[in-house]
């Protein structure tokens, strides 16, 4: 069984400050990384995607993965209370379109 | 644009029954996925579907599962004799691009 693990948290950061979100994953061969975030009772939404060793920038959000170590990063800057939320990794697995998915890691961003 | 739609949003059936679960996925997106969320669990795949090619039912829990995409767009997940543990909220998908999905709001299914 392939593993995408998270930390459950809950992770508390005061706002304004970087919250660090992170997620190993046991299947060398990965390629594809993705981040969602899930506000209570809703569903899913993608914020990021990462294919490539190294950073990757949107705003606020900075996606990072190093695929030797099997670990991929979700930093997000000046946090918010709206980010409050739980973050998904997830893994594209060899099917190439089915999405293994973290159990996720919950944020709390105190005012 | 419009997103990912499904229906209904809550549905609340007696152990036994058979329930339908609707999927109307983003204009344009060829992909569609069925997953499931149950309290305290990951997502789970469930089923996954590629234009009009046969989709792949590897993640179906048992065969009271099954889904059908008509046209290459709508797709309805059909749950038969349903158990306790069936419930969770059953999450639809739609994509482009491998892996970069767009969930629905989610069917909230409790079994009593």
């Known amino acids: 069984q392939k593993e995408v693990e998270q930390n459950s948290g809950p992770l508390s950061v005061p706002e304004g400050a970087i919250a660090s979100l992170n997620c190993t994953y046991s299947?060398?061969?990965?390629?594809?990384f993705f981040w969602y975030r899930q506000y209570s009772g809703k569903s899913p939404e993608l914020i990021m995607s990462?294919?490539?060793?190294g950073d990757k920038e949107d705003g606020r959000f900075t996606a990072q993965l190093n695929k030797a170590s099997q670990y991929v990063s979700l930093l997000i800057r000046d946090s918010q209370p709206s980010d409050s939320a739980t973050y998904l990794c997830a893994v594209l697995e060899d099917s190439g379109y089915a999405l293994n998915f973290g159990k996720g890691t919950s944020l709390l961003v105190t005012p | 644009g419009a997103g990912v739609s499904q229906s209904p949003s809550n549905k609340v059936t007696e152990k036994g029954k058979d329930v339908e679960l609707r999927c109307d996925p983003i204009s344009g997106h060829t992909a569609l996925y069925w997953y499931r969320q149950s309290l305290g669990q990951g997502l789970e795949f469930l089923i996954y579907f590629q234009g009009n090619s046969a989709p792949d039912k590897s993640g179906l829990p048992s065969d009271r599962f099954s889904a059908e995409r008509t046209g290459g767009s709508v797709s309805t997940l059909t749950i038969q004799r349903t158990q306790q543990e069936d419930s969770a909220v059953y999450l639809c998908a739609s994509s482009l691009v491998f892996g970069e999905q767009y969930f629905g709001p989610g069917t909230r299914l409790t079994v009593t």
């Open positions: 299947d060398r061969v990965s390629q594809s």
């Open positions: 990462i294919y490539s060793n």
